[in-house]
């Protein structure tokens, strides 16, 4: 069993920006790649950012390229999604995920999911 969990979500101004973090724990978390997805009103679940614990390979969503970056800290079992320039369309719950497929684009590959932290960006 894994746990995850994000902290890091707020309120900001458009342009401003957030750094949200997701601790991982329990057994064998590292052998799962790492992923963040966001949910916005009315709208589906849709992937954001990966990353894999070893080699720190990264992949991001095309709308969030140049604003957002994740990254890993392996020994704080963390992994955190900074993002600056933000819109108010990136207002959405951010959840933290651990999959099974690279890159972690597709939901019905995750195996655990945080429970999630509110970003709300406001114009």
């Known amino acids: 069993q894994v746990q995850l969990a994000e902290s890091g979500g707020g309120l900001v101004q458009a342009g401003g920006s957030l750094r949200l973090s997701c601790a991982a724990s329990?057994?064998?978390?590292?052998?799962?790649?790492m992923g963040w997805f966001r949910q916005g009103p009315g709208t589906e679940r849709e992937f954001v950012a990966g990353?894999?614990?070893?080699?720190?390979?990264?992949y991001l969503t095309d709308s969030v390229k140049g604003r957002f970056t994740i990254s890993s800290d392996n020994a704080k079992n963390t992994v955190y999604l900074q993002m600056n320039s933000l819109k108010p369309e990136d207002t959405a719950v951010y959840y933290c995920?651990?999959?099974?497929?690279?890159?972690?684009?597709?939901?019905?590959?995750?195996?655990?999911w945080g429970q999630g932290t509110q970003v709300t960006v406001s114009s």
């Open positions: 995920a651990a999959g099974s497929r690279w890159p972690p684009e597709d939901n019905q590959f995750v195996h655990y």
């Open positions: 329990g057994r064998d978390f590292h052998k799962y790649v």
């Open positions: 990353i894999m614990w070893s080699g720190g390979l990264t």
